[in-house]
T-cell receptor, first 119, second 108 residues
């Protein structure tokens, strides 16, 4: 049981290049998320998905696109990388949250992160 | 206003000390609450969920006050291995909201 796996773990891009980050989970989670983490900023949501074939924008979606063609995979694309996209990217997955009271098993599980540098 | 606010610290404490972290959240409709631990350059990992009645896991005690929209984490008998950043996390339906984290340094 691998949990949440991200590839690649490190990458250096030149400004204007494109790349795709892959997130795979084997926990049959409906929900998947992409975050970026910058010093002093905490985790910020880029895009998320509540099921296969669905995606939605988060707090900082500009410059990124996503796709969820299979339930277990969530791809994050950078079409034209910019230095401002230098960051650590985390993928996460979870079960749906309870809408009544507090549910159990509603936490997020994270991948190991991708360190991206755009020069 | 941020959804979740925490004191960034750092908290520098000696081994064996008791230390408390607090956070506040802005959305009264939030349903689930957590403390995560993040070690330098690693992914966040769940430390414990936080329930309305309060809950304890070994040296760690979490409390939730829904009326004040306030969450706390108490660490007793601090160990060197407790040194990390502690993230307060709130879930509202589809989304998780993260505090910026409180850094803890436990010194020998």
């Amino acid at each position: 049981n691998a949990g949440v796996t991200q590839t690649p773990k490190f990458r250096v891009l030149k400004t204007g290049q494109s790349m795709t980050l892959l997130c795979a989970q084997d926990m049959n989670h409906e929900y998947m998320y992409w975050y970026r983490q910058d010093p002093g900023m905490g985790l910020r949501l880029i895009h998320y998905s509540v099921g296969e074939g669905t995606t939605a924008k988060g707090e900082v979606p500009d410059g990124y696109n996503v796709s969820r063609l299979k339930k277990q995979n969530f791809l994050l694309g950078l079409e034209s990388a910019a230095p401002s996209q230098t960051s650590v990217y985390f993928c996460a997955s979870s079960y749906p949250g309870s809408t009544v009271g507090q549910g159990t098993n509603t936490e997020a599980f994270f991948g190991q992160g991708t360190r991206l540098t755009v020069v | 206003r941020k959804e979740v606010e925490q004191d960034p610290g750092p908290f520098n404490v000696p081994e064996g000390a008791t230390v408390a972290f607090n956070c506040t959240y802005s959305n009264s409709a939030s349903q689930s609450f957590f403390w995560y631990r993040q070690d330098c350059r690693k992914e966040p990992k769940l430390l414990m969920s936080v329930y309305s009645s309060g809950n304890e896991d070994g040296r760690f005690t979490a409390q939730l006050n829904r009326a004040s929209q306030y969450i706390s984490l108490l660490i007793r008998d601090s160990k060197l291995s407790d040194s990390a950043t502690y993230l307060c996390v709130v879930r509202n339906f589809n989304k998780f909201y993260f505090g910026s984290g409180t850094k803890l340094n436990v010194k020998p």
